[in-house]
């Protein structure tokens, strides 16, 4: 979980695209990233009328009442999310839907440029840069 520690929000790196821009600035405080999508989560905390919702617990601040839920669990330990075939449980529901690729093979997103499928979207992220390298190198 990633903190903004100008406004306290809160998420998950997974939730950030990982789009490169150079430094970027907050017109609105002195927040700064590389990450274009981070500065946009970080946008959020000053959008007008935005709720904010606390844990009462550790007081982190979340977008969004299900996301304050999911954090939650991290307290309570809570793990709703079982996995039929083995057993282990997740706070998260796409969690156990990733995990499950790992009994039933499937692999549903795949490269546009060749055959390659993969069990995550972000792999074929990571996978996509060995296409940039080998068309430098031509």
């Given at each position: 979980?990633?903190?903004?520690?100008?406004?306290?929000?809160?998420?998950?790196?997974?939730?950030?695209?990982?789009?490169?821009?150079?430094?970027?600035?907050?017109?609105?405080?002195?927040?700064?990233?590389?990450?274009?999508?981070?500065?946009?989560?970080?946008?959020r905390?000053?959008?007008?009328?935005?709720?904010?919702?606390?844990?009462?617990?550790?007081?982190?601040?979340?977008t969004?009442?299900?996301?304050?839920?999911?954090?939650?669990?991290?307290?309570?330990?809570?793990?709703?999310?079982?996995?039929?075939?083995?057993?282990?449980?997740?706070?998260?529901?796409?969690?156990?839907?990733?995990?499950?690729?790992?009994?039933?093979?499937e692999?549903?997103?795949g490269?546009?440029?060749?055959?390659?499928?993969?069990?995550?979207?972000?792999?074929?992220?990571v996978h996509?840069?060995?296409?940039?390298?080998?068309?430098?190198?031509?």
């Amino acid at each position: 979980m990633t903190k903004d520690s100008h406004c306290g929000a809160s998420w998950r790196p997974a939730d950030i695209p990982r789009k490169r821009a150079g430094p970027l600035a907050c017109g609105q405080c002195d927040f700064t990233t590389n990450v274009e999508g981070k500065l946009r989560l970080h946008q959020r905390c000053h959008a007008a009328g935005r709720r904010t919702f606390r844990c009462s617990l550790c007081r982190t601040a979340f977008t969004t009442k299900a996301t304050l839920m999911r954090h939650m669990r991290m307290h309570t330990g809570e793990r709703p999310f079982r996995c039929h075939f083995c057993s282990k449980a997740f706070v998260d529901g796409g969690h156990l839907t990733r995990h499950l690729r790992t009994h039933t093979g499937e692999r549903p997103f795949g490269c546009p440029l060749c055959e390659a499928t993969f069990k995550r979207k972000d792999h074929v992220t990571v996978h996509l840069r060995t296409h940039s390298v080998q068309l430098a190198s031509i």
